[in-house]
C-alpha cells in the first residue's frame, strides 16, 4: 500500500487484555501525490474531516459508510507556499483552520466555514505573531485558543 493511510481505532473496554485493545479499520488511502497529506483531525456525530495540508482542502470522511467528499470551499494555497493544520468546530458547527501562508497572496489565520460546509470560508482571526499557526480549540465558553510556532494566543469572547 502507497500512499497516507487514515485509521479509525475503536477503544475497547479497559478489562480486556491489551492485545484487544482496539481494532483498527482503515478508512482511506490518499495519495500525496495529488496534494492528500492529511493534518488536523477532528471529529462531528457521524463524521470525520481531515485538511489536504498542501492544497488547503478539507475531506469529510462518513463513519458509517466510509464514503470521502471535499467539505466546502476554501482559500487557495499557493504551491507549495502555505499548509492547513489544525482544524476544529465551535458549539453552531463552523469549521475553522489554522492556515499558515508563505506568500502574500494569502493571509496566514484562522478561517471560518459556515455550518454545513455552506458557502466559502473567510479569514476570522490573523494578528502579525501569527506567522505559521498550527492548531486550534475552543473551550465550554466559547473561548478560543491558536497554537503557533512561537505563542499561543487566547480569547475569552472567541473574537479576535
Keep these: ?10 477503544t475497547m473496554p479497559q478489562q480486556q487484555e491489551i492485545s484487544s485493545y482496539s481494532k483498527s ?3 482511506e488511502n490518499f495519495d500525496p501525490k495529488k496534494g492528500q497529506a492529511p493534518e488536523g483531525l477532528v ?5 470525520v474531516f481531515v485538511a489536504w495540508s498542501p492544497i488547503g482542502q478539507v475531506a469529510k470522511i462518513n463513519k458509517d459508510n466510509l464514503t470521502v467528499s471535499k467539505y466546502g470551499s476554501w482559500p487557495t494555497i499557493p504551491p507549495n507556499k502555505g499548509s492547513m493544520l489544525g482544524l476544529n ?3 453552531q458547527g463552523n469549521l475553522y483552520a489554522a492556515v499558515s501562508s508563505f506568500s502574500p497572496e ?3 489565520g484562522v478561517y ?3 455550518p454545513g460546509g455552506a458557502g466559502h470560508a473567510t479569514l476570522f482571526a490573523t494578528h502579525p505573531n501569527m ?8 473551550d465550554k465558553n466559547g473561548g478560543s485558543s491558536v497554537a503557533t510556532h512561537h505563542l499561543l494566543a487566547c480569547s475569552r469572547t472567541a473574537k479576535w
Excluded: C, Y
Design 43 to 47: 471529529l462531528s456525530n457521524k463524521d
Design 1 to 10: 500500500m502507497s500512499g497516507v493511510t487514515i485509521v479509525v481505532a475503536e
Design 112 to 114: 471560518r466555514l459556515s
Design 25 to 27: 479499520t482503515v478508512v
Design 106 to 108: 494569502l493571509k496566514s
Design 131 to 138: 506567522t505559521f499557526p498550527n492548531d486550534l480549540l475552543f
Design 89 to 91: 468546530f465551535d458549539k
